[in-house]
């Protein structure tokens, strides 16, 4: 499947500037495997399957656990130590910054979902792979036998700055939709306790799926990035055990088995003048709490200061250019 290469990552980094040829290969249990172009790769079982799932990681290139989880998956798939039993579309988003070691190397491709790298140069290598994908995400779902009732994506990332939740997801914002019970019973089976429910639609390739293909999709932040090889992938077993159990075509729990604490947004943090003045220290990590009344930013009389309950910081990040976001500020729904 792999040519020379040893593993789906190593055929991805070696082919990021190639035309890939579609590989083909049927597996013992009558699983066809299907190399679709570097770093994208299907699996679809002969049975009948009633999900779609897609698995992506490396939108980010230097987030690197996850691209070793995905590696395994489908070594293990290949291997057939792994059960597939639903239909998977593979995806390791951004070869090029994850030869470099960097999280991309001229856009964000986590920007340039949902349409919007239209509004970029398309001569660029990261736009017109966000382009690739989503081709190939629709595809994957247009071709969906009838059996298929549900639709889940799970995009998987590491963060930068450290966070006080190690893990957490992020719910793309549909107009009217509700987090169903049956995710959260996923996000604890990945020992993941916190979601951030957005609230507003966005450019994530989480958004996309959810936005255009209804699919139930998270961005799932799992740690802190490390180059390959340096993972203690121990960290990851959660996320992995709850992907291998889709993948094989074990149904969701219905409810969760423990806690999952639901986030929103109760204030979007602008850098509004030259004048403005953060209050949160650069090293903050993700979810610290700030007590009611604790003054958060104020440029001139204007201000922010935390409401009557406690709120949470996420992304802070005061050194970007006046207009621009510097974080956000949450609260637990209760
Ligand atoms: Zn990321």
Redesign the pocket.
Known sequence: MFGPHADFLQHTLATADDAVTPEFSVLSAGTEVTLLDCGVLRVEPNTACDTSLVISCA??GN?TAPIELVRDMVRDILDEEQKAGQRVLFVMGNPWSMNIAR?FTDVNM?RLFAGDWQQYDTSLKEVKRAAKLEAYVANFFAEEPVTVKQRFHYDL???IRASKRERFGIYPFVEGRQLPDNQKAFLARADIDAVLLQQQEANTFSSFSSLRYGAESF?L?LGSVKPFGENDLSRYRGIDFALRELIAGEPLPEQPKRPVTEFEVCHTIDVTSDQWEFFIPDDALNFTEYAPGTLIWRDGSQEYRVGTEPEYIVFPNPKVPVGERAGLMLKART
Do not use: D, M, S
């Open positions: 939108v980010h987030e999280r986590n990332h590491t963060a961005t932040e």
